[in-house]
């Protein structure tokens, strides 16, 4: 694993629902110096599967990512993950919802401002739908993919997914992975 720019410029504490001591890892083009495409999990794992989009990321750290991919740990970020939004040409973004959808689907949408973003569980809501508008009112232009995954809200407190979260987060690994893969060919 290796620890990106990012990580240094973005020092959060463990409070903010990433329990990871990895920040991010990365797999940047290194003959631009700049980030291709961002993947950037959203949550507080201190939540079970509210925290699905971080998990995600870590399940996808252990594959070989074509060249320009960067994982993100973003737990309950907001707005100190404007910037590697800006740093990069394709951002795509994994969050729990709750869409009405039944528990466990995993939903690939393109929002394009806060309206767009289903309903999320905690505080980091405002903070992710805030940080979209920022960045598209910015100037952000580039194409924003979010991997919605539908989980029940009355869960109890703890650090490890639910059953259901488990095989949504592998399908969502699967199914970003797959497109990753697509886009590197």
């Excluded at 797999?27 to 925290?51: A, I, P, Q």
């Excluded at 910037?83 to 394009?112: C, F, K, M, W, Y």
């Excluded at 992710?128 to 995954?149: M, N, S, T």
């Amino acid at each position: 694993m290796t620890t990106s720019r990012a990580a240094a410029r973005y020092p959060r504490s463990l409070a903010d629902g990433s329990s990871s001591g990895r920040r991010v890892t990365t797999n940047s083009d290194s003959t631009t110096g700049r980030v291709k495409t961002l993947v950037l999990g959203l949550g507080n794992v201190l939540m079970g599967d509210e925290g699905i989009g971080v998990h995600v990321v870590r399940a996808l750290e252990q594959h070989t990512l074509p060249v320009g991919v960067e994982c993100l740990d973003g737990g309950t970020g907001g707005f100190i993950l404007l910037e590697p939004l800006q740093s990069a040409d394709h951002i795509i973004l994994v969050d729990a919802a709750a869409d009405g959808n039944p528990i466990g689907t995993v939903t690939r949408t393109t929002p394009r401002f806060s309206r767009d973003y289903p309903p999320t569980l905690t505080a980091h809501d405002i903070g992710v739908k805030d940080l979209l508008d920022v960045f598209y009112i910015q100037g952000g232009e580039r194409e924003v993919v979010l991997y919605a995954i539908t989980i029940d809200p009355q869960q109890p407190i703890r650090m490890s997914l639910s059953a259901a979260g488990e095989r949504a987060a592998a399908e969502a690994v699967e199914r970003i992975f797959a497109e990753l893969t697509q886009a590197s060919c």
